[in-house]
């Protein structure tokens, strides 16, 4: 185990050097920089500016600056909001989490219900319904179905508040401001458990599904066991258990926001800070956001192996 | 004579049953079910509509109409007219045209992608697997979103004429599909090489093409034939979303996603909304039909991978 951790991690370094570099020049590389889009600035003025900020330097030892600083803890400066990268992703990244936080713990929760239900209950005319609506969920645009509720909800009906976090010039305090922002994430938490619903319920319901075919069922129904401990007990921690793999998945999903969802609800997350700054070329924040994103995606996928040589003593890593 | 006639007529059921392959047992079984064949119709509805639609449509030209701009559905127009005054119903037939064309060829592209390189890691292992799977591990590392955007940032600047962009986006789309493909080929490749017929392939000293192209690929093309059909599907959404923020496919050329980028326009967006809704209600019936079919077709070809 030990041995393999140390290959496993030293693989991810490699990895995670690789894309540093990719994703170095990938944006060096595109042309135009913040400050060539500016257009009050004079030549010489934009000269000088690039030289402040190294951006008339070659490519390679831009990188290597940019890599010595990482490793002291320094992922750059903004150059769109004059603050350091690091700093900006601490204001904005809380928001998103609460967003996909409450979003991830209502997808699992209704999944995990809905797929055993439907799985107990296989071909009824409710599995059928489930089935349907998984492939809809799997199916919906997100960007679309995001509009579509904020023009009849928000627009048409006025019941919830279109976009952003708390209501323009509003100052509530306390448990105002907390039901405030409540009524605002209520559109966007929807949506995000909607997209996310479709794949994992059809994996509980296959899991499920499985499980109930499997030999320590019958004899646990043989015994005479009551139908809702079979199912409780015996069946639904098995078919539960292979899910805690998933986890690791879910973690760029936690704190790297979600672009799309973020930037049509005027969420103040990570991820419309990145669409914003992307229309800016503010390269600095855009390649910490991309790296952070590489990194918390290295790292769900060691978490999701080590829980599963965790769940499944059978599995030798 | 007679007697032969007679023959040939009893043996002519025999002959018939026979006839059975693997594929017409695929789809006699996919027959069975309904809910894939009405997906697939639904498939058929849309690639027809929008291939052929157009040819019945009177407002293909396009023309500035200024005397019609901004008219809400009505009888000439069944789904009213955009800020030009053009036929929403024909562009949306038009912008199908694109769409489904991108899905199809990207699709198309990471598949064949997918599969060579997957095939060739899985087959030879060595060099070539470490160099093709540690790419693949790269690319799957970096955000699939961000990776698009910056391409498409990249097209951009670079200034390529628009109509040129939309080959360019079917590329970056199977650049970022094809790693999950190959490591799917490359697993199925590990364990197929060990069976017992490519012993006797090695025993019976076939090459290396004949062994890979003859025997190997054959027992994946099931599989390819379902992963293709519900990546068509993913990259129809990907193209949409990518063209909506603008970074993909770009006007003039209609596509359902920057189509919907009217909604973008806060007076579109809340006046107008046939101008947006009739995409996206298009992207939705065609990726949930094709899906739909998709895991149909799972059920059929390849059972024994149902999730």
């Not at chain 2, 670079?158 to 094809?178: E, F, H």
Request: hydrophobic residues 50%.
């Amino acid at each position: 185990m030990s041995t393999y951790l140390t290959k496993r991690l030293l693989y991810m370094l490699v990895i995670l050097f690789a894309a540093s570099l990719l994703i170095f020049c990938l944006y060096a590389l595109t042309p135009g920089d913040f400050i060539t889009g500016n257009i009050k600035l004079t030549a010489e003025r934009k000269a000088e500016l690039r030289e402040i900020y190294g951006l008339n330097k070659p490519v390679l030892e831009r990188y290597g600056l940019w890599m010595k600083d990482a490793f002291h803890g320094n992922f750059g400066y903004s150059l769109a909001q004059q603050k350091p990268v690091l700093q900006l992703f601490s204001d904005y990244i809380w928001n998103s989490f609460l967003l996909a936080a409450v979003s991830t713990f209502l997808t699992w929760v209704i999944a995990v219900i809905v797929g055993v239900i439907s799985a107990y209950k296989q071909y009824s005319w409710f599995d059928t319904l489930v089935m349907v609506a998984i492939f809809a969920a799997m199916s919906l645009p997100s960007f679309f179905i995001g509009l579509f509720l904020i023009k009849i909800l928000a627009v048409d009906l006025k019941w919830l508040p279109p976009g952003g976090m708390i209501t323009t010039g509003s100052n509530a305090t306390g448990l105002a401001y907390l039901k405030e922002v409540v009524r605002h994430m209520t559109l966007p938490v929807v949506v995000m458990v909607l997209l996310g619903l479709g794949s994992l319920t059809r994996y509980f319901r296959s899991n499920m599904i499985d499980v109930l075919q499997q030999d320590y069922i019958r004899t646990a129904r043989a015994k005479g066991l009551k139908e809702r401990k079979v199912l409780f007990t015996h069946a639904l921690r098995n078919a539960l258990l292979p899910a805690i793999t998933l986890v690791g998945f879910e973690l760029p999903a936690l704190f790297g926001g979600s672009l799309i969802i973020e930037q049509i609800f005027n969420w103040p997350g990570i991820g419309q800070l990145y669409m914003k700054s992307f229309g800016l070329r503010d390269y600095p924040l855009l390649m910490g956001f991309t790296m952070f994103i590489a990194i918390l995606t290295v790292i769900g996928t060691l978490l999701s192996d080590i829980l599963y040589r965790v769940a499944d003593p059978r599995v030798r890593l | 004579m007679a007697a032969d006639s007679k023959l040939t007529k009893l043996q002519r059921p025999q002959a018939k049953l026979q006839k059975s392959s693997l594929f017409r047992q695929s789809l006699r079984k996919l027959m069975h079910n309904k809910l894939a064949v009405s997906g697939f119709g639904v498939v058929v509805f849309m690639f027809v509509l929008c291939f052929i639609g157009p040819f019945f449509s009177p407002y293909t030209d396009n023309k500035i109409n200024m005397a019609m701009m901004n008219k809400a559905p009505n009888l000439t127009h069944w789904l009213g007219t955009d800020a030009l005054g053009r036929d929403i119903l024909t562009r949306v037939m038009q912008a199908g045209r694109i769409s489904l064309t991108v899905g199809l060829a990207s699709m198309v592209l990471s598949v064949l992608l997918g599969a060579l390189l997957g095939a060739i890691a899985g087959y030879y292992r060595g060099l070539a697997d470490q160099i093709i799977m540690r790419v693949a591990d790269l690319l799957m590392t970096i955000p699939g979103l961000p990776l698009l955007f910056i391409f498409g940032a990249l097209l951009s600047e670079w200034k390529i004429p628009t109509d040129y962009r939309m080959y360019i986006v079917m590329l970056m789309l199977s650049i970022v599909n094809w790693p999950g493909l190959a490591r799917m080929v490359r697993g199925q490749m590990l364990s197929l090489r060990e069976r017992e017929f490519m012993q006797a392939a090695v025993v019976l000293g076939l090459r290396d093409r004949r062994k890979l192209f003859g025997h190997l690929l054959p027992n994946i093309v099931p599989l390819l034939i379902v992963m293709a059909t519900l990546n068509i599907g993913g990259a129809i959404l990907s193209e949409s979303v990518l063209s909506f923020f603008g970074l993909g496919v770009m006007p003039p050329t209609p596509t359902w996603g920057n189509m919907i980028d009217a909604a973008n326009n806060m007076i579109d967006f809340q006046d107008h909304p046939w101008l947006w809704i009739p995409p996206g209600l298009s992207i939705f019936a065609t990726v949930i039909a094709i899906n739909i079919f998709g895991d149909g077709l799972r059920d059929v070809l390849d059972p024994k991978q149902k999730r």
